[in-house]
């Protein structure tokens, strides 16, 4: 027997970003846990002009590095990867979207 599409997603999911890191070679995988967020939610928090970063601070719950998660670190790991932030959002929609792309 096939599981059944919830009409709810999970509220939460587990998103694995690879950040590059200066002064090394391979980057460095960081899983965040983030919230789903319904399309209707996701067009009014994203577009044209809106950072990067305040996309981040609506989805991130929780994530797996060495410092207690929070808005103000988070906002620290923007600042000192500054691709992190794009390479998540980047992430998040090829995730929420990808069932689109197999289509």
Do not use: C, H
């Amino acid at each position: 027997m096939t599981s059944k599409l919830k009409l709810q997603p999970n509220p939460t999911f587990e998103l694995v970003v690879s950040v590059p890191v200066a002064g090394k070679l391979e980057n460095e995988d960081v899983i965040f846990t983030v919230k789903f967020l319904p399309e209707s939610k996701l067009n009014e928090i994203t577009g044209e002009g809106v950072p990067y970063a305040d996309f981040g601070k609506e989805i991130v719950v929780g994530w797996d590095i060495d410092a207690e998660f929070n808005e103000a670190n988070l906002m620290i790991l923007f600042d000192n990867y500054p691709q992190s932030a794009r390479l998540l959002f980047e992430a998040y929609g090829k995730e929420v979207f990808k069932a689109a792309e197999k289509n």
